[in-house]
């Protein structure tokens, strides 16, 4: 044997006991269980509170009548949470609330995943980030604040659970570098976070499609959201948003302006904004009002655009409740107007084009068979009775005359005190699926809870029992859109999601379609 070979023959009898070798165990980095914010720096007490929460004993108690929307996820006893008592100093409808953040001290990156659990709101100011420290910095160094230029962000998946997150931290082993827990929205939000592991474990494929509460729904899931744009410096909040393509094959976003980051202030809310994009993960034109308020035209207000595009006439359309005597005295008018390039509009000459008893929330204007149908609610107040809280249809060939109102009826054989409203409708094949935001009875009033799902093959007839397959997180009515690609998203815009988020849709055509059991949870305060 050659002297360089057999001075080498120990080493390659080392190969396989290394590549066989087990991965390094999970280290955890912080987990909270001190009861303290022992390991982080934080700026401005007013987001975190003074001490991570007890859920069990802060946050899971009864409130009549339902009880508190039942969280589950972190580890051991306690998390970190957007501050529990800012709903009470403050009061729930409040929205301008301190923000701030918690800063963890320096560690070494020594595993290649770096993972975590998180619950929490979308919005461009909430998220997780991991922030290297200066190269050459050492642990005696490394105690100033250095730049904040995140090499990896987590942002919300409206979710009140706490599920596994996390990144690929690979590139950065044997770095030094901290993590920020952001809260600064200038909002009260969700937010709760635990348990950070270091770990040669991957995440699982598809973690953020999977089902976190026994009531999501198995149907369908929308995936990692990305923000097509930030519109919090251009407005206080937008809702209500639609999302079209048009015949140059641009894509255009329309939302109403909110007045206050709550939306209670909706009488109050006159412009429609406008932004234009290539691709919808691109980049996107400035937001700009495009349609305001017209006074002299007989217009209270201006809300809940709906916007579809007819690709017959080359015309953007769009729908809003346009009028009444306030906003709780009809009858309540929905008003039409068109336009060529979805910035200049004109509206029409007979506007309101039909009134309604009451406040009609737009929801949304779908195709069935060869002609148009609009979908709406008839319930603008929290306050309304649930027996009022009706969806009704009207048809139309043209997008211009309307035919008189069908209510689509949701009914229930065991007999369920139910409202709706906001609904939102698309057909995948011959499977219609309805979106409508839940209103349940609290004390003979409703609250909105979430975005419910019913599939079947009538538009027109559902039944609770039999239709009902769960809850999609998202709030409001969000709309879905089918892109370029073939691949179905869904565009979720609140008032408290800092602008307009897109997911693509996962769907399981392979689940049979059995009903969801309807066991409404309570209420999901954000704190």
Request: proline content about 7%.
């Amino acid at each position: 044997m050659k002297p360089a070979v057999r001075h080498l023959f120990p080493l390659l009898l080392l190969v396989p006991a290394l590549a066989a070798a087990e991965p390094r165990a999970a280290r955890v980095l912080f987990d909270f269980e001190s009861g303290t914010f022992a390991g982080w720096t934080q700026e401005g007490e007013e987001a975190f509170g003074l001490r991570p929460v007890d859920p069990a004993a802060e946050m899971l108690h009864a409130q009549p009548p339902n009880g508190r929307y039942r969280f589950a996820g972190w580890e051991g006893r306690y998390l970190v949470s957007h501050n529990i008592t800012l709903s009470k100093r403050f009061g729930l409808r409040v929205t301008r609330v301190p923000g701030g953040r918690l800063v963890s001290d320096p560690f070494t990156i020594d595993r290649d995943f770096l993972t975590f659990k998180l619950g929490a709101v979308l919005n461009p100011g909430v998220y997780v980030a991991l922030v290297l420290e200066p190269e050459g910095a050492g642990p005696a160094e490394a105690t100033g604040r250095p730049a904040v230029v995140p090499v990896r962000t987590a942002y919300g998946n409206n979710k009140f659970d706490l599920v596994l997150r996390g990144w690929e931290v690979r590139e950065y082993r044997q770095r030094r570098a901290r993590l920020h827990l952001v809260a600064d929205t200038g909002a009260r939000v969700l937010f709760r976070v635990d348990h950070f592991v270091l770990t040669d474990t991957p995440l699982p494929d598809d973690v953020l499609y999977a089902r976190s509460h026994w009531l999501d729904t198995p149907l369908l899931a929308p995936g990692k959201y990305h923000l097509m744009f930030d519109a919090r410096q251009v407005g206080p909040a937008f809702w209500h948003a639609s999302v079209v393509q048009g015949h140059d094959g641009r894509w255009h976003c329309f939302a109403e302006e909110s007045k206050e980051a709550n939306g209670y202030l909706g009488h109050a809310n006159n412009l429609v904004y406008h932004a234009s994009a290539a691709d919808l993960r691109g980049q996107w034109s400035s937001f700009e009002p495009v349609f305001f308020r017209d006074r002299d035209r007989g217009e209270t207000w201006l809300r809940d655009p709906t916007v579809v595009y007819d690709p017959a006439r080359r015309l953007y359309v769009m729908t809003y409740w346009g009028s009444g005597r306030s906003p709780t005295a009809g009858p309540f008018g929905i008003h039409l107007a068109t336009s060529r390039d979805g910035e200049h509009w004109e509206r029409d000459a007979r506007n309101p084009i039909f009134t309604h008893d009451f406040a009609p929330l737009n929801g949304a204007i779908v195709r069935e068979g060869g002609r148009w149908v609009m979908l709406y609610s008839n319930v603008g107040d929290e306050a309304v009775p649930v027996d009022r809280c009706r969806l009704f249809a009207r048809t139309s060939d043209n997008l211009r005359e309307w035919s008189g109102p069908r209510e689509i009826r949701v009914t229930s054989t065991q007999g369920q005190e139910l409202g709706h409203s906001r609904p939102q409708a698309f057909q995948r094949g011959k499977e219609w699926f309805l979106l409508t935001n839940n209103r349940t009875s609290q004390q003979g009033r409703t609250r909105f809870l979430f975005t419910q799902v019913y599939t079947g093959p009538d538009l027109f007839s559902w039944d609770v029992e039999r239709d009902y397959r769960g809850n999609l997180n998202v709030f409001d009515s969000s709309s879905v859109v089918i892109d370029a690609a073939g691949d179905w998203n869904l565009v979720h815009c609140h008032v408290t999601s800092g602008g307009p988020w897109i997911a693509r849709l996962r769907f399981h055509d392979e689940i049979p379609r059995r009903a969801c059991p309807v066991d409404w949870p309570g209420i999901p305060l954000a704190n």
